[in-house]
């Protein structure tokens, strides 16, 4: 056998690739405060052809040979080839099913329409896809004898569940500073049970943004949101799992929500590196999906990407996406240039309804896939996406997390929005007759005409 060839990966400022940082160093940003990415030595991975990559990664699928038989680390080449294996923190994240939307595709006019539900994995979100890479670096650190006392993010809740089970299984300390009362039960209690430190702050996400870059500045904690771009290389692989899945042909569309732009910057460095090594040749194109209420990348790109303003974010029923000022702006703005992007935005209503009628067809949406499936649904009524297309809408998070504003829809108790699909229970004394009436009647008006 030839010997591999030596992988390698570094930090690489975006603005200027001449600087760079070895990846076992602390650092975010360059010298001029801008972002930086994890690049790899493209000629080495270009010695084995498109061919052995496909065969390698299919091979590895579903198996359970540490670590490979992770989504991500099933990638390990790809995404940070210099990591001992023993000091990687895995719970055998990715590979989430594709869920062929039949029933809600033909409601909107199109046959093949597929969900990537990332929310299908171990703390609810696709995350964990980015969680698992940060922290096997952070244990590898700790492992070369770097000093680093505790990890922490700002979150909207999905980050810091991560965070908080990931750091759990290594063992090493947690912290997460949250937005007092903008998350849901469910995400506030992930950190809490897995013995993370949970401040809950009097600000917005972007509020404990500025206080998580103080103390990693000033104190030395490891700083694990996505403008550590460390987690972007893991989620990167979402890209290319939803290739392989459809035997390496890349679907006609890509739509993905987006708060502080992270995600769909990394789905768009996954699809790079699946062209650098020729896996793939086709480009789909990237659909950005932002709530009204949190719009700032639409507004920019209704402007041609010219002017950017960050924004005081309003409430939304998304709240994961409720970032006024994204961090990871300038990576989006490139990687939908790169993927002929389109940005769209959904109001609270559009979200909403949008979230309920397809969890009518038998999905389970959070209300950031109902703002990916609202812009779906206004780019299949534009004719910008065609009936023919192949289109892949990226589910973000289990919609069990979200179970509050889903609640509040079917008991009608939401502001402004009216119930149209609302489905309360029915009570009834338990009395046969009554119930038989009943239920005879709910089959004839629910079924009667419809098409199934
Ligand atoms: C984090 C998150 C997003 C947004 O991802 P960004 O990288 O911040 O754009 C969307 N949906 C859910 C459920 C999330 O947790």
Request: charged residues 25%.
């Amino acid at each position: 056998m030839p010997p591999e060839p030596n992988y390698s990966s570094w930090f690489e400022s975006i603005a200027n690739p001449n600087e760079r940082y070895k990846i076992d160093e602390v650092v975010y940003t360059d010298t001029e405060g801008g972002l930086l990415q994890v690049s790899h030595d493209i000629e080495a991975l270009r010695q084995s052809p498109p061919e052995k990559w496909r065969r390698l990664f299919d091979e590895r699928s579903h198996k359970t040979v540490w670590p490979f038989g992770s989504g991500v680390w099933g990638k390990k080449e790809l995404v940070l080839p210099n990591i001992s294996n023993k000091n990687i923190v895995s719970m055998y994240e990715g590979h989430t099913n594709l869920f062929w939307a039949e029933r809600y595709g033909r409601q909107l006019g199109i046959e093949d329409l597929w969900i990537k539900l990332c929310g299908n994995t171990h703390t609810g979100s696709f995350k964990d896809l980015g969680m698992t890479v940060l922290i096997s670096m952070v244990k590898e650190m700790l492992d070369r004898g770097r000093d680093i006392p505790a990890v922490a993010c700002a979150s909207t809740g999905d980050t810091s569940a991560a965070l908080a089970a990931y750091a759990a299984a290594a063992n090493i300390p947690a912290i997460v500073f949250l937005p007092r009362g903008k998350i849901s039960v469910a995400q506030l209690i992930q950190p809490i049970a897995n013995g993370a430190i949970v401040f809950a702050l009097d600000t917005d996400f972007d509020g404990c943004m500025e206080i998580v870059k103080e103390v990693a500045d000033k104190d030395g904690i490891y700083l694990a949101n996505s403008m550590n771009s460390l987690r972007i290389e893991g989620q990167k692989t979402v890209a290319i799992e939803i290739v392989q899945q459809f035997d390496w042909n890349p679907p006609d569309w890509i739509v993905i929500p987006g708060g502080n732009l992270g995600n769909v910057s990394a789905l768009a460095k996954g699809l790079d590196i699946l062209i650098e090594l020729g896996i793939i040749e086709k480009k789909p194109r990237i659909v950005c999906a932002q709530a009204h209420n949190a719009n700032p990348l639409y507004k920019a790109y209704l402007r041609d990407f010219e002017v950017f303003e960050p924004m005081a974010a309003g409430t939304t029923l998304a709240s994961a996406i409720q970032i006024g000022n994204p961090v990871s702006y300038e990576k989006a703005v490139d990687a939908l240039r790169r993927y002929d992007g389109i940005v769209e935005e959904a109001s609270e209503e559009e979200l909403v309804e949008a979230s309920v009628r397809a969890d009518r067809t038998g999905l389970f949406n959070c209300p950031h896939t109902g703002v990916a499936l609202a812009a779906t649904e206004k780019l299949v009524d534009r004719e910008i996406i065609r009936p023919g297309d192949r289109v892949v809408i990226i589910s973000t998070a289990h919609g069990l997390k979200f179970v509050e504003s889903k609640v509040k829809y079917h008991e009608m108790r939401l502001d402004n929005i009216d119930s149209k699909w609302a489905n309360p229970e029915i009570s009834l004394p338990a009395d046969y007759g009554l119930v038989r009436d009943r239920m005879l009647r709910e089959i004839d008006s629910r079924f009667k005409g419809n098409v199934r």
